[in-house]
């Protein structure tokens, strides 16, 4: 499976942007990057994903760098229901998801 | 929009009975599994499922645990005899056929085994 290495925790203030850093130096050509947060007792929630360009939705912004080795999640304004751990995921057609320990996101009011 | 659910949200169990984790995923998707995630840890998968048959399973999925999808809405986790470490949340999620489709989770079932 392939490797990611995000920040184990970082912390925001409300109604700040955030950006959620992600390493992938290890990425196939058909690695698509997966992002998800898991919510205080909540399954994990899909955030947003993509492939080589970077993608925008009601959620997130997700910029890939050119070189694909490195991704960011924007949070365009941190709300208090942002406050989850959130996964960076390399997955490829077929593969399963393979989370690791994610990044602790606090936002402070 | 769709989601999937998962029932109970709580099941409480003594070591060495059988346990029956229930899922309905949404409706049009092809591929389910299973994850589990102990109290303070990482989700971890369990197995994946396509077709009406394993298509991947971890070293977690030993001969204990088992899955089914009995007709066409539900996929259940079976567990035939309990261990205590068994205790944790466990999730079930669904996709559809696209290459790049993302999952879809439950809220998932907490198994507690006493």
């Known amino acids: 499976d392939a490797k990611t290495t995000q920040p184990n925790s970082m912390e925001s203030n409300e109604e700040e942007p955030v950006h959620l850093p992600c390493n992938h130096s290890?990425?196939?050509?058909?690695?698509?990057i997966h992002w998800y947060r898991q919510l205080p007792s909540q399954g994990p929630e899909y955030v947003i994903h993509g492939l080589t360009s970077n993608v925008n939705n009601r959620m997130a912004s997700l910029a890939i760098a050119e070189d694909r080795k490195s991704s960011t999640l924007i949070l365009h304004r941190a709300t208090l229901r942002d406050a989850a751990v959130y996964y960076c995921?390399?997955?490829?057609?077929?593969?399963?998801?393979?989370f690791g320990p994610g990044t602790r996101l606090s936002v402070l009011p | 929009e769709p989601e999937v659910t998962q029932t109970p949200s709580h099941q409480v169990t003594q070591m060495g009975q059988e346990v029956i984790l229930r899922c309905v995923p949404i409706s049009n998707h092809l591929y389910f599994y299973w994850y589990r995630q102990i109290l303070g840890q990482k989700v971890e998968f369990l197995v994946s499922f396509y077709n009406n048959e394993i298509s991947e399973k971890s070293e977690i999925f030993d001969d204990q645990f088992s899955v089914e999808r009995p007709d066409g809405s539900n996929f259940t986790l079976k567990i035939r005899s309990t261990k205590l470490e068994d205790s944790a949340m466990y999730f079930c999620?669904?996709?559809?056929?696209?290459?790049?489709?993302?999952?879809?989770f439950g809220n998932g079932t907490r198994l507690t085994v006493t």
């Open positions: 995921i390399l997955a490829n057609y077929g593969q399963n998801f393979v």
């Open positions: 290890t990425i196939s050509g058909t690695d698509y």
């Open positions: 999620a669904s996709s559809d056929e696209l290459r790049d489709s993302p999952l879809h």
